[in-house]
T-cell receptor, first 115, second 111 residues
């Protein structure tokens, strides 16, 4: 079974530029998550999708971050304009059901450096 | 708001030692608690998942316990090896499937 795929793996941009990250979840997984992990901290949920609907985006900085999951499969996370504090690894994850205690599978992450 | 705390922040032990990593959480309304491993430059690998109704789970040299009423979990690693060196993250899964993570414990096992 293929895992969660993310691209690009690494990106360096200047502040005020834009960047987009792509995620393809495990086939058949209805729930998709984007987490932000700043160096030395645990991952923080940015947005959670159930199929193509947003379940939780309470911690997404909506003035600069946006995410979409068209057709309920893959997803794109965009940052525009980027700030220095956006330097982090962006982890995509998926799970099979929005139910009780389902295992969540993580991709290897997209590493962003803003200079 | 759920908060997850992990102690210690870093740990260095000689090979062969048994060790315990600690995790505490503030809200006991959880589905489960999970322990993850993160290697440098890599994503998260799930190690153990303990349902809220369970007390412990074991996988090989790893044993995780959960005391939901006191908001605590421990990860026990027996006979540590250099290959166990990594960051260990504890996360609680809240209703709605959201994971709330601690900041992690950086483990170094010296040969």
């Amino acid at each position: 079974e293929a895992g969660v795929a993310q691209s690009p793996r690494y990106k360096i941009i200047e502040k005020r530029q834009s960047v987009a990250f792509w995620c393809n979840p495990i086939s058949g997984h209805a729930t998709l998550y984007w987490y932000q992990q700043i160096l030395g901290q645990g991952p923080k949920l940015l947005i959670q999708f159930q199929n193509n609907g947003v379940v939780d985006d309470s911690q997404l900085p909506k003035d600069r971050f946006s995410a979409e999951r068209l057709k309920g499969v893959d997803s794109t996370l965009k940052i525009q304009p980027a700030k220095l504090e956006d330097s982090a690894v962006y982890l995509c994850a998926s799970s099979s059901l929005r139910g009780r205690g389902n295992t969540i599978y993580f991709g290897e992450g997209s590493w962003l450096t803003v200079v | 708001k759920q908060e997850v705390t992990q102690i210690p922040a870093a740990l260095s032990v000689p090979e062969g030692e048994n060790l315990v990593l600690n995790c505490s959480f503030t809200d006991s309304a959880i589905y489960n608690l999970q322990w993850f491993r993160q290697d440098p430059g890599k994503g998260l690998t799930s190690l153990l998942l303990i349902q809220s109704s369970q007390r412990e789970q074991t996988s090989g040299r790893l044993n995780a316990s959960l005391d939901k009423s006191s908001g605590r979990s421990t990860l026990y690693i027996a006979a540590s090896q250099p290959g166990d060196s990594a960051t260990y993250l504890c996360a609680v899964q809240e209703y709605g499937n959201k994971l709330v993570f601690g900041a992690g414990t950086i483990l170094r096992v010296k040969s």
